[in-house]
């Protein structure tokens, strides 16, 4: 456990070591015993033996030398029997490196050292925790003031929108009571118009009236003064006024102008209309009948209308009219 705490200070990773043999070790172990006990021996049998001489030649490599001669064919000469060399004792194997011991460490510094490291780490990492969190927060308060702005925004929109709908409806009531007013107001106009129409109209039918009262009371007083007079019957007969051609031309003559009629004229015959008109002294046209059918229900339709729009009538040279009086209209005399 120290070890790990070790390593994990010097800065080395950590990994589980495997496990080793132990047969190596018991071997390096006895040989270095069996090591030991050589050098003693030796340091021991080395002081008690005597020096033996070393003969030996030094040769200059600087100074050069001839050639041997070439070895001429002699007669061997007798070797004398070489002394017999003494047994050099070997030398002492190097002693084997002996593994340098570790380094000793401090536990105390290593566990001081591991637990700044631990207290740097933990504060770095708070400062990393915190730092996330304010981030966090920061941003859950940027997404809550969208959020905020957001619902403004709709809020905003549906009071524009309701204000909006108010404000049209306002418009829309404040055109209907103006187009009501409108309307009522032209109703009124119109009802006065109708209504002062009306008056004209019976003011002046009453005037029509009055003067159709007048021309009958006239013609009553003529007719009692003539037969307060004495005069006959056939004396009245044939006293009586006489239609004024060149009248009765005028009047046929501006009615014919004003029929519109679409029909054919390709009939048989002469087909004639005979209508009977009553109308004021001013010639305005009072009422107008059919006496005698064409037997062409759309000439007599159309003969009647142009009577109607020819009011009023023509007068006579002199001035006055014919109180009533019967116009025919024969299909073949229309103006082409």
Not at 95 to 101: D, F, H, L, Q, W
Not at 322 to 331: A, D, H, N, T, V
């Amino acid at each position: 456990m120290q070890n790990k705490q070790i390593d994990h200070v010097l800065g080395k990773p950590y990994s589980v070591p495997r496990e080793r043999s132990r047969w190596p070790s018991l071997g390096l172990a006895l040989a270095m015993h069996l090591g030991l006990l050589f050098f003693l021996w030796v340091g021991v049998h080395w002081q008690n033996t005597e020096p033996v001489a070393v003969e030996a030649e030094v040769w200059d490599m600087k100074v050069q030398t001839a050639a041997p001669p070439p070895d001429v064919a002699t007669e061997p000469e007798p070797t004398p029997t070489p002394p017999q060399p003494q047994v050099e004792q070997p030398a002492p194997p190097p002693p084997p490196p002996v593994a340098a011991p570790e380094p000793k460490v401090d536990l105390r510094e290593a566990e001081i050292a591991l637990e700044r490291k631990k207290a740097k780490l933990k504060e770095e990492k708070d400062k990393a925790a915190a730092e996330e969190r304010r981030k966090q927060e920061l941003k859950e308060r940027e997404e809550e003031k969208r959020e905020l702005e957001k619902q403004k925004q709709k809020e905003k929109d549906k009071a524009d929108k309701l204000e909006k709908e108010k404000a049209d409806k306002l418009e829309k009531a404040k055109e209907a009571k103006e187009k009501a007013a409108e309307e009522k107001a032209e109703k009124e106009l119109s009802d006065k118009k109708a209504a002062a129409e009306k008056a004209a109209k019976a003011k002046k039918a009453a005037a029509e009236k009055a003067a159709a009262d007048k021309m009958r009371a006239d013609d009553m007083k003529r007719m009692m003064a003539q037969a307060g007079n004495g005069t006959t019957g056939t004396a009245a007969k044939a006293t009586a006024p006489r239609k004024d051609s060149g009248y009765v031309a005028a009047l046929t003559s501006k009615i014919k102008s004003n029929i519109a009629y679409s029909g054919s004229t390709d009939v048989p015959g002469n087909p004639r209309a005979v209508f009977k008109i009553e109308q004021l002294p001013t010639g305005e046209i009072i009422s107008v009948r059919k006496i005698k059918s064409s037997g062409l229900p759309a000439y007599d339709s159309s003969v009647e209308n142009a009577i109607n729009k020819s009011s009023p009538l023509p007068k006579k040279k002199d001035g006055t009219v014919e109180r009533e009086i019967e116009l025919i209209f024969e299909m073949k005399d229309l103006p082409k």
